[in-house]
């Protein structure tokens, strides 16, 4: 009999979401929808529903380091997604830590601003986000209001705007970009994957719903979850994408808050 194929383990470093609909309760949903196994490192608390962000209330950083040294003595992981860093000591910690016991695949998703426009990180953090996680790091996954957050410019308007800017991002450090176009107008939703090799646009249709809560922690966590199954990093965006699509489509089954929802899961299970 052949041996049972290892299910890979996937470990999210992000900030806590009460409402299930972002940070690191979406990323456990997703991993264990893609068929992985989820594990967690909490960097911060958050007291927010679907309308907003009331309060932010940092982890201490040896006590992030307490967890990862913890849980890596015991679990081998694959892949990481790092999402909410809220300060230079959290990014510094989490480098730290990432040093000394590195997986094949990082990947940064720079969460700075919520979909409700709330700041979820000073400036400090921004800087240190820019200039010690970045480059240590195989992918990030900026929006088009985070790269201009990293890069201190004008957020794009439009496709040429967003292919200007991908060089500049590559010269944070990370080997690759995906830099999201979600929040250009169109009935498509123009992303584009950037390296030194060159770019490409993958496209997908524009979901008419109001249930984007998480949408871009949601879509990291799911490329993080295809590139620990052993996927190229083009084939897992391409099938996080489409995965995210049908989350979207799904989001109307769901009943979760009176703002602007989250994307359903599980909508291949349920």
């Not at 584009?192 to 879509?219: P, V």
Request: charged letters at 20%.
């Amino acid at each position: 009999m052949s041996a049972t194929p290892r299910i890979a383990n996937v470990l999210t470093i992000a900030g806590s979401d009460p409402s299930g609909g972002a940070g690191i309760q979406a990323d456990l949903k997703t991993f264990s929808a893609l068929g992985t196994y989820a594990t967690s490192v909490i960097t911060a608390l958050t007291a927010q529903n679907t309308r907003g962000v009331s309060g932010v209330q940092p982890v201490p950083a040896a006590f992030i380091a307490e967890q990862f040294d913890t849980l890596l003595d015991d679990v081998a992981i694959d892949a990481v997604k790092i999402g909410m860093i809220a300060g230079r000591e959290v990014a510094e910690t989490v480098r730290e830590c990432l040093q000394r016991r590195r997986p094949r695949w990082v990947v940064l998703d720079p969460v700075m601003v919520a979909k409700s426009g709330d700041i979820l990180v000073d400036d400090e953090g921004i800087q240190a986000v820019r200039e010690l996680l970045v480059p240590c790091v195989d992918l990030i996954t900026p929006n088009l209001p985070e790269a201009a957050v990293l890069l201190d410019a004008d957020t794009p308007r439009d496709s040429d705007a967003m292919q200007a800017l991908l060089p500049r991002l590559l010269e944070l450090g990370a080997p690759h970009v995906l830099l999201k176009g979600g929040h250009l107008d169109g009935e498509r939703c123009p992303d584009l994957l950037g390296s030194a090799e060159g770019s490409s646009w993958l496209e997908a249709e524009r979901i008419a719903t109001r249930n984007l809560h998480g949408a871009g922690c949601t879509l990291s966590s799911a490329i993080t979850a295809h590139l620990a199954r052993g996927e190229p990093l083009v084939s897992a965006v391409q099938h996080a994408k489409v995965w995210l699509s049908q989350a979207l489509h799904a989001s109307e089954r769901l009943s979760v808050g009176r703002g602007r929802g989250p994307v359903h899961h599980f909508h291949a299970w349920w």
